[in-house]
């Protein structure tokens, strides 16, 4: 049975890789295509070159779990198509022993994916985005992580800051502060604020009072005042949610639900990497069983059409379900596992039938 297993592995490891390469090709091809718009100034096609050459460990990452879906389909399929998994199983072999020896090399290519989410890809991402833009715009772009036009909210206050640095800087400061009746009751505006002591520090803070017969200005050389937002969190602010190590969504989630702040966007894409074992598992255990059922005797082709289909509908059923789950206030989770579930009950149905 070791052997058989090696040799199971070994052939949907080779499918995955192979599917993998020319997904990653396609799409390399592609955004060269798209970046030869933007040729300028320093900005030449060896600059392009290398900026999608630092971006492919991303993409190859991006694109990994559809790869899987697809290697296991043709590397069971070919198995299927040339009798060896007939054979198999009437060595005594059951389909779900067949399964899991095919979802071992799956489950290392997971665990390296996430590793490298976690430790190497933010930052190679943020190398290579620093690096386009300094081949555009012909200068050296500051080291430090900034945000812009970034609103917030605590309690009845809302918060505009134009520009903020990780460094604990922040530029242009706006605070309005409303009644319970959602009037305005106090503006205070600053060009800069700085972190010290554990509070922010308005630099030339003008603060305006509003009355029902008058408004009321005073100017402070300097005014501490509580913002709900740290300078480590701030760079936070410069990535999409679906960009940061898992370590960072856990914290800056945890952070912003303790401010009393909207955080069920980070807690989504937490849950989505989190959980994205259980989700491609799922999703290989529905495309291996077509192998043993509807598909075992069609093309390639066709089994590679299937595994996209099935994929893209995933997908799009999270996508559709994220939001939803951020709009009706249930817990991000089952936006994630109800598509998974669905697509395990498939598959052990499927299997049950092919018995």
Known sequence: MRLLGRYIAHSVLMSTLAVLVVIVGLDLVFSLLDEMDNLRGDYGFAQVVNYLLIRLPNRFYLFLPI??????LIGLGNLAATSELTVMRAAGISIPKLIFQACKPVFVLLMLA???SEFWLPSLGQYADTYRWEKLNGKRQAT????HDLWLKENNNFYSINVARDDGQLLGVRVFE????????KMITAPRADYLDNKWQLTNARDITFSATQLEETTYPKLAINLPIEPQYVALQAFEAADLPLSQLWKYAGYLAAKGQASGYYWLAFWKKTLLP???FA??????SF???PLRSVPAGTRVFHGIVIALSVKFVQDLLGPSALLWGFNPVLAVLIPAGFCAAFGFWFIYRAR
């Open 67 to 72: 790869a899987i879906l697809v290697g296991v």
């Open 291 to 293: 192998t043993f059922g």
């Open 144 to 147: 430090l992580v900034t945000s």
């Open 178 to 185: 409303l009644n319970d009746d959602w009037s305005l009751n």
């Open 278 to 280: 259980i989700t491609v």
């Open 114 to 116: 996430m590793l490298a």
């Open 283 to 288: 999703v290989v255990l529905l495309g291996a």
